[in-house]
C-alpha cells in the first residue's frame, strides 16, 4: 500500500511540472494585449469596453474598477440579445434603442467618478464603438478576426 501512495503521490508531482510548464509555455505566447485581457479578466470585446470607459485614466478605487469591468461585461451580451439585429444601423428607430440601451446601463453601472460631462463623452464613444463593430444579427469585427 505504501509503494502505491509512493508511486501516485510522485504522478501527481509530474503531472503538476508538466502543468506548470505548459502554462508558462501559454503565458509566453500571448501578446501584450491578451496579457492584460487575460490580467483584467475580460475577453477581447469586454477590454475594448473597458479601455473606451476608462481612459484616459479615470481616478477611482478598485471597487469602482470592478464595477466598471462589470458593467463592460453585461453591456454587449445585453445588446448582442436583445438591440443588435440585423440592418439595425440602417433603421432610425433601432439606432436610438442601441443608445438608449448604452445610457441605462452605464448609468446603472458606471460609479460616481464619472461626471455628467464624462458620462455623455463615454455614452457617446461606447455608442460609435458599437456602431462601427457590431452589424448586427451575430456578425461583428470581432467575429471576423476569429
Do not use: C
Request: no cysteine; charged share 30%.
Amino acid at each position: 500500500m505504501d509503494y502505491l501512495e509512493r508511486f501516485q503521490a510522485m504522478i501527481d508531482a509530474y503531472n503538476a511540472e508538466e502543468f506548470f510548464q505548459q502554462l508558462v509555455a501559454f503565458a509566453q505566447s500571448l501578446n501584450a494585449e491578451e496579457q492584460r485581457a487575460v490580467g483584467e479578466q475580460l475577453d477581447e470585446e469586454e477590454l475594448a469596453l473597458f479601455d473606451l470607459l476608462t481612459k484616459p485614466r479615470i481616478e477611482m478605487s478598485d471597487a469602482d474598477r470592478n464595477k466598471v469591468k462589470s458593467t463592460a461585461r453585461e453591456l454587449l451580451p445585453t445588446l448582442k440579445a436583445e438591440k443588435l439585429v440585423l440592418d439595425w444601423r440602417k433603421r432610425q428607430q433601432a439606432r436610438a434603442d442601441v443608445r438608449v440601451t448604452i445610457e441605462k446601463l452605464l448609468d446603472q453601472g458606471l460609479p460616481r467618478a464619472y461626471t455628467p460631462e464624462l458620462f455623455e463623452q463615454k455614452t457617446t464613444a461606447v455608442f460609435q464603438h458599437v456602431y462601427d463593430a457590431y452589424y448586427g444579427a451575430g456578425r461583428s469585427v470581432y467575429a471576423a478576426a476569429a
